[in-house]
């Protein structure tokens, strides 16, 4: 069904703009996303998206590095940049009288990134100081390491890089990215707040409207290998991740396992948090929740422990797995319930946001959802209906990671070597 404050135009050029007006607030807001992810990089050059995205930011058009910084920050903006597996994205927010002059600066990068050589070794020491201080973090180390477990080297990449490949990343490559995957094509603008879509999207073609798009192009698919893999690690700590497929964001069920996995692991009130940590004090820290990617997605749960508690709290969580199996009640579903709703309004509050939510939609379904069609999916969630999803479709572990003194081990019904 049509929303009144919602809006969508496709350019000749490939780029999607969308739009959703809310008036009430004095500000506005762009996301802007590119096919240039981490899942586009060539094999054995992880971190060149996120060096590239770096780069970008270091001078466009007229401006070098300190006056397009300059520039933003006269303007008002508050900005940011972040990599995915499918994306390189930008966003960012202002009062709604500087909003076309802030997208005018952004289809300068987009389209006109100078791409300092000369700036090449400070925007990689930017990049390997990201890396280097998630050296010493354990748990992102135990979850990066079940991404790529279960999901494979392409889509499983991290982000931000390997050090040795982005140390060896050279200003050609960078150069040959930009201008292959910063393109028109498979571009999204989604655009949230107080504007007028018909002045906006005036702007956005006569700023974008006639860049030619380069030739779409995919990715070499490599599957995940699964299974046990622990690092050894001289800590008195030992960190639990494990992985379950399931099916991705944007299916008919998804909701259903959604919000199953929401009484597993998500928030205080979760099942995990409960049993883990509450009761038995098995750990301090333990959750569940979903990863999704275009085709694939799973049940990710985590949790961070003593060396000693470690082999309970493996097989505490997985019968909590298993009773997931048997079903959820009234109470866990209605708190679900009100949880997501309290992101929607939040969303409302927030055109950021928004705008990111509306790409995100565009992107995964190809369509926006508004507000009314979300509440209506909640409404239609019954206890019967989740609990026979999960009586149809058994959660099974394929992948587990540890990482600690001891490799544990794994409970009856978890993936095996």
């Not at 992810?37 to 930011?57: D, F, I, K, R, V």
């Not at 001078?59 to 933003?72: D, I, P, S």
């Not at 008002?76 to 966003?91: L, W």
């Not at 009640?329 to 939510?357: F, N, P, Y």
Request: one cysteine or more; a negative charge.
């Amino acid at each position: 069904m049509p929303v009144d404050n919602q809006f969508q135009h496709r350019c000749a050029n490939g780029l999607v703009v969308l739009g959703e007006t809310m008036p009430w607030l004095n500000t506005a807001a762009f996301s802007l996303q590119f096919r240039a992810g981490s899942a586009y990089q060539p094999l054995g050059q992880n971190g060149l998206a996120a060096l590239t995205c770096e780069m970008t930011e270091r001078g466009c058009g007229e401006y070098n590095n300190r006056q397009f910084l300059e520039a933003t920050e006269l303007l008002g903006a508050s900005t940011a940049n972040h990599v995915g597996t499918y994306h390189t994205g930008y966003s960012g927010s202002c009062l709604h009288e500087n909003f076309l002059p802030v997208l005018e600066l952004y289809a300068k990068l987009s389209r006109a990134a100078r791409l300092p050589v000369d700036e090449l070794e400070a925007a990689r020491l930017v990049c390997l100081q990201e890396l280097y201080s998630q050296q010493d973090d354990l748990p992102q180390q135990t979850l990066r390491t079940l991404r790529e477990r279960f999901f494979g080297p392409t889509l499983g990449r991290w982000p931000d890089g390997e050090i040795d490949e982005l140390e060896s990343a050279a200003w050609s490559q960078i150069r040959d990215f930009y201008w292959e995957r910063f393109s028109p094509e498979g571009m999204i603008l989604a655009i949230a707040g107080n504007f007028n879509w018909t002045e906006c999207l005036e702007k956005i073609e006569s700023l974008w409207g006639d860049w030619s798009a380069t030739p779409p192009s995919s990715f070499a698919m490599t599957p995940g290998q699964g299974g046990y893999q622990h690092l050894q690690e001289d800590s008195q700590q030992t960190h639990i991740a494990m992985a379950a497929p399931t099916i991705p964001f944007g299916q008919e069920d998804y909701f259903l396992i959604r919000c199953a996995v929401g009484v597993l692991g998500d928030g205080m009130s979760s099942r995990l948090f409960q049993e883990v940590r509450e009761k038995r004090g098995l750990c301090y820290s333990v959750f569940a929740g979903i990863h999704s990617l275009l085709d694939t997605a799973c049940i990710t749960a985590y949790s961070g422990t003593t060396a000693a508690r470690a082999q309970e709290t493996l097989d505490t969580i997985a019968a909590e797995f298993s009773r997931l199996q048997q079903g959820i009640h009234e109470d866990e579903l209605r708190r679900i319930k009100v949880q997501v709703r309290t992101g929607l309004m939040a969303q409302q509050e927030s055109c950021r946001a928004r705008a990111g939510a509306i790409a995100s939609d565009w992107f995964y379904l190809h369509r926006v959802r508004s507000k009314q069609e979300i509440n209506e999916q909640l409404n239609r969630l019954s206890v019967p209906r989740v609990n026979q999803y999960l009586a149809d479709h058994p959660i099974e572990v394929s992948s587990v990671v540890t990482v600690g003194s001891a490799q544990l081990e794994l409970p009856h019904g978890l993936c095996q070597l």
